[in-house]
């Protein structure tokens, strides 16, 4: 059986003990990955975020993360523990986080909070060390699918050596898979994402 690790769902990280900085994800493309995943005959690792209640097919594996550096550590040790055939790169990932955490609590009453960030370090490079041999499929987020955002997405493929890119947008709902030799139809939907996206990774892993 054909293993595949998918990373899915928003990644925190801290400002203080109890306030976090996030993003919008819900993790429900990760969430539909995974299923279509194990309908298609894959063992699945699921490596999901702070989300709440999810639905997923029992005999999938589900590890619970909640900030960037959890994520990244977690993906060292499996990894290096293990192979994998396919790995898709699904989690909204946290580009920058606070240059200096605060130990305690900051105070409420201030008028003004000024936060100095830095960029997180990509996550990419990692699972490609870790991992080259696998095929890998990435995510890609933008303001709309057009014309521009494809050829980034597309340079964004090559330097990164990836299979097969998801370049999609949040409202409307927009996706189209780009792989090495061909850009694929537009995509309305995350049921459709999925389903496309799976039926192109058997044909790269000659599954019937």
Not at 8 to 16: E, F, L, M, R, S
Request: contains cysteine.
């Amino acid at each position: 059986m054909k293993k595949i690790l998918i990373t899915a769902g928003p990644t925190w990280v801290a400002i203080d003990s109890v306030r976090v900085i996030s993003n919008v994800s819900s993790g429900q493309t990760g969430l539909l990955l995974a299923n279509q995943a194990k309908k298609s005959g894959f063992d699945v690792t699921l490596l999901l975020g702070p989300v709440g209640e999810v639905k997923l097919d029992k005999r999938i594996k589900v590890i619970r993360y909640h900030f960037f550096g959890e994520l990244k550590s977690i993906l060292e040790k499996i990894l290096k523990d293990k192979k994998f055939d396919v790995i898709i790169h699904a989690a909204a990932i946290s580009d920058y986080e606070p240059i200096e955490k605060e130990r305690h609590k900051i105070a409420s009453n201030l008028d003004y909070l000024t936060l100095k960030l830095k960029r997180t370090p990509k996550l990419i490079p990692l699972i490609k060390k870790l991992s080259p041999e696998s095929l890998f499929v990435m995510f890609k987020l933008e303001d709309r699918v057009s014309r521009y955002y494809l050829d980034k997405a597309k340079k964004m493929m090559i330097a990164y050596c990836a299979n097969l890119v998801a370049l999609n947008s949040i409202k409307p709902y927009r996706a189209r898979i780009i792989g090495r030799q061909h850009i694929y139809p537009l995509l309305e939907s995350k049921q459709g994402l999925a389903k496309s996206l799976f039926s192109l990774i058997k044909k790269e892993l000659l599954i019937k």
